[in-house]
């Protein structure tokens, strides 16, 4: 069936140094896809969202890119801090209901 | 403050018990959801209730069940038909036909 997928299960940067995490999703359908980040032991939160009739979208320190040629989802994070350690979700929304891909563990190195 | 809370944090089950999850909003929301998050995965949706009165089965409800009698609550039942129910289970909430999620905080269920 259709799924949403990310390129890299892990990633580890360095403070102050960008990060950028992939997403690759499958249904064509889609028309809005959001970032929640996941801290331990609670639920996710939102960070940014985007629809499919934009490419980029911009908010404080976070960027997405989209990519409907490629079916492709990018989070830049600028300047990264030891508070954006967490795992990040790239989710597609359809017919009523978001399709959550298996998420990116996002390490910043102090 | 308003928000979803998730209640208990932790819950254990006995083999051939049900047990029941709570999740109640205070956001006014219409639509609530139950997804179940397995460790180093995704969320998968379990069910959805877009409206009082009506639920929605998602991509893995078998072995659950649910009941939306009122706006702000959304109990989510595991039955001893659920072979493995050992997860981190998420309720969230939206505005009716939009997109945003708001999550509670979880239950950790695991079987004894």
């Known amino acids: 069936g259709e799924s949403v997928g990310l390129h890299l299960p892990t990633l580890s940067v360095q403070e102050g140094d960008n990060s950028i995490i992939n997403c690759a999703y499958s249904?064509?359908?889609?028309?809005?896809f959001i970032w929640y980040k996941q801290e331990s032991g609670k639920g996710p939160q939102f960070i940014i969202d985007i629809r499919s009739n934009m490419d980029k979208r911009q908010g404080q320190r976070v960027t997405v890119l989209l990519n409907k040629t490629v079916k492709h989802l990018s989070l830049q994070i600028a300047a990264t801090q030891p508070g954006d350690s967490a795992v990040y979700f790239c989710a597609e929304y359809d017919a009523g209901k978001s399709t959550f891909g298996d998420g990116t563990t996002l390490t910043v190195k102090p | 403050d308003g928000g979803i809370t998730q209640s208990p944090k932790y819950l254990f089950r006995k083999e051939g018990q049900n047990v029941t999850l709570s999740c109640e909003q205070n956001l006014n929301h219409d639509a609530m959801y139950w997804y179940r998050q397995d460790p180093g995965q995704g969320l998968r949706l379990i069910y959805y209730s877009q409206i009082v009165n009506d639920f929605q089965k998602g991509d893995i409800a078998e072995g659950y069940s649910v009941s939306r009698e009122k706006k702000e609550s959304f109990p989510l039942t595991v039955t001893s038909a659920q072979k493995n129910p050992t997860a981190f289970y998420l309720c969230?909430?939206?505005?009716?036909?939009?997109?945003?999620?708001?999550f509670g905080s979880g239950t950790q269920l695991s079987v004894l």
């Open positions: 969230a909430s939206s505005i009716r036909g939009r997109e945003k999620l708001f």
């Open positions: 249904n064509s359908a889609s028309d809005y």
